[in-house]
């Protein structure tokens, strides 16, 4: 029996999903087969996928096809219509983000380039082999996971922070574009979230200070929201810290912003 029957006729049959191998991506995985879709999860570790895909399929009896690829790859456009041949994906989920927490000029090019091609090119090269077949169908999503440093500048995640200003925005303007043709698409701006990626950045005396959520809830609410509006902003204490930011000039915010990047990511942790 599917439990959702509107949002499996809408996103259905087949998912993809870039970097759905831990984290959040992973957790997008798992509530999208809860949802009774079947799913093609995209990252590097094969053999992480080929483990997760067997538990998904044994819990929720939905149709799993691992790919390995790196989306920094220049042929990425080329390996996902490889990986998605045959099947009628009527949803993307761009999560993966390459990011690099340092100062800039410290920061090597090739980690800054990396940083662009993931987080940039990526989610542009699936969205435009995506995007023509979802309107065809009529129906359909793209969602682009961001970032709460996607909406000011920052110290030590510049590049990081800029990548993420462009998800936002392309997934806003494609949100406009697409909605005429009963395509949805969403920027699901998370805060700190309970990832391995988030716990390898930040020392674990540190993380209390940045109150991350579990990828869970950042992925069911990425998933309600989709269709409802541009941009999500996954966290009831991110949504008040972003109002609370509004209310300054983008100086403060970044003085503000800067001053806790550093605090949670920096050399003192002061
Ligand atoms: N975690 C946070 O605190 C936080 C905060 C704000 C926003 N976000 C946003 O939320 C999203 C997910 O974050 P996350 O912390 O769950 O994970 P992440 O570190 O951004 O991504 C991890 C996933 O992406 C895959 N991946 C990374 N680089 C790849 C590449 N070159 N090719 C293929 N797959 C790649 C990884 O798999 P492989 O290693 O197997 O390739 C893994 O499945 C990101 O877009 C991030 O910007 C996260």
């Not at 009774?36 to 570790?45: D, M, Q, S």
């Not at 761009?94 to 090019?109: M, Q």
């Not at 972003?242 to 050399?267: C, D, E, H, K, W």
Request: glycine residues 8%; proline residues 5%; contains cysteine.
């Amino acid at each position: 029996m599917i439990l959702f029957p509107e949002f499996h006729r809408r996103y259905g049959p087949w998912a993809a999903i870039a970097g759905a191998s831990e984290g959040i991506g992973r957790a997008y995985a798992h509530v999208l087969a809860e949802r009774g879709l079947n799913l093609v999860t995209l990252a590097r570790r094969l053999e992480v996928l080929e483990k997760d895909a067997q538990l998904i399929r044994r819990r929720h009896r939905v149709q799993v096809r691992p790919v390995s690829v790196d989306l920094a790859d220049p042929e990425l456009a080329a390996r996902f219509d490889a990986a998605v041949a045959g099947l009628d994906v009527g949803l993307l989920i761009y999560n993966a983000c390459h990011s690099r927490i340092a100062e800039f000029a410290a920061t090597g090019l090739d980690d800054h380039m990396r940083m662009l091609d993931v987080n940039c090119r990526g989610p542009v090269a699936l969205a435009q082999r995506l995007a023509p077949r979802l309107i065809e169908r009529g129906r359909g999503g793209i969602l682009l996971m961001s970032s709460m440093s996607g909406f000011q500048g920052s110290a030590l995640v510049g590049t990081y922070a800029a990548t993420k200003a462009f998800n936002t925005v392309l997934a806003e303007s494609l949100w406009a574009e697409l909605r005429p043709h009963g395509v949805d698409a969403l920027a699901c701006v998370a805060g700190a979230t309970a990832t391995p990626g988030f716990e390898s950045a930040t020392p674990e005396s540190r993380r209390p200070k940045a109150f991350p959520m579990r990828p869970e809830a950042v992925a069911r609410e990425g998933l309600d929201a989709l269709g409802r509006k541009p941009v999500h902003i996954a966290g009831r204490l991110n949504r008040f810290v972003n109002a609370f930011a509004r209310l300054m000039s983008r100086r403060q915010r970044t003085v503000f912003f800067s001053n806790a990047t550093r605090g949670i990511y920096g050399p003192s942790g002061a």
